[in-house]
């Protein structure tokens, strides 16, 4: 069975400051892992997905995971935080490509000036 | 455009009414699934769909129904409306081909029960 977990529901950075988001995964099988945003009142945008053989997966809006197998981790960064980062995301897992997909309880992200 | 849509975007139910909530999309993703979205908890799968003719329950499946008779079409019935019900519904379809994967989402249904 897949799960997730995101260390930390809030998240608190200064305007230009790293965003370091955590998400810790457990599968029985290699992982499919995603990176979701949602902005107030909005739907899900797919932020960045995990390609197998891939280290460092880059995605939209500067952010970046890194899928450390050892450590069963996909952390979530961004080098320098923007205003409009502010939001909730959602670390997710599948089996399989195209299957059930089990989100995490989410990290809310706010960005002081 | 292509895409997931779910209907209605808003509905207010009383305790006990019956309603279905409606998802299609219009890429032949064989996949199909519900969830529901509570603060603090994410996002839960309710039921899923492997294709036509075929469901199958998530992690928080009771006092909803489901069925697939249709490739395009997976609608979420509840029975009996509750206001633990009380929640955002997200429908998803995803595909899968060689070289890449996905999933979509629709843009949601705030349903309140009081």
């Known amino acids: 069975a897949q799960s997730v977990t995101q260390l930390g529901s809030h998240v608190s950075v200064s305007e230009g400051a790293l965003v370091l988001l955590r998400c810790n995964y457990s599968?029985?099988?290699?992982?499919?892992l995603f990176w979701y945003v949602q902005y107030p009142n909005q739907g899900l945008q797919l932020l960045l997905k995990?390609?197998?053989?891939?280290?460092l997966v880059k995605g939209i809006n500067g952010f970046e995971a890194e899928f450390k197998k050892s450590e069963t981790s996909f952390h979530l960064t961004k080098p320098s935080a923007h205003m409009s980062d502010a939001a909730e995301y959602f670390c997710?897992?599948?089996?399989?490509?195209?299957?059930?997909?089990?989100f995490g309880t989410g990290t809310r992200l706010q960005v002081f000036p | 455009n292509a895409g997931v849509t779910q209907t209605p975007k808003f509905q207010v139910l009383k305790t006990g009414q019956s309603m279905t909530l409606q998802c299609a999309q219009d890429?032949?993703?064989?996949?199909m699934s519900w969830y529901r979205q509570d603060p603090g908890m994410g996002l839960r799968l309710i039921h899923y769909?492997?294709?036509?003719?075929?469901?199958d329950q998530g992690e928080v499946p009771n006092g909803y129904n489901v069925s697939r008779s249709t490739t395009e079409d997976f609608p979420l019935r509840l029975l009996s409306a509750a206001p633990s019900q009380t929640s955002v519904y997200f429908c998803?379809?995803?595909?899968?081909?060689?070289?890449?994967?996905?999933?979509?989402f629709g843009s949601g249904t705030r349903l309140t029960v009081v």
């Open positions: 998803a379809s995803s595909y899968s081909i060689p070289d890449d994967y996905g999933y979509t």
């Open positions: 599968s029985s099988v290699p992982p499919y």
């Open positions: 995990y390609t197998t053989g891939a280290t």
């Open positions: 997710a897992v599948s089996a399989r490509t195209a299957d059930k997909l089990i």
């Open positions: 890429m032949n993703h064989e996949y």
């Open positions: 769909s492997v294709g036509a003719g075929i469901t």
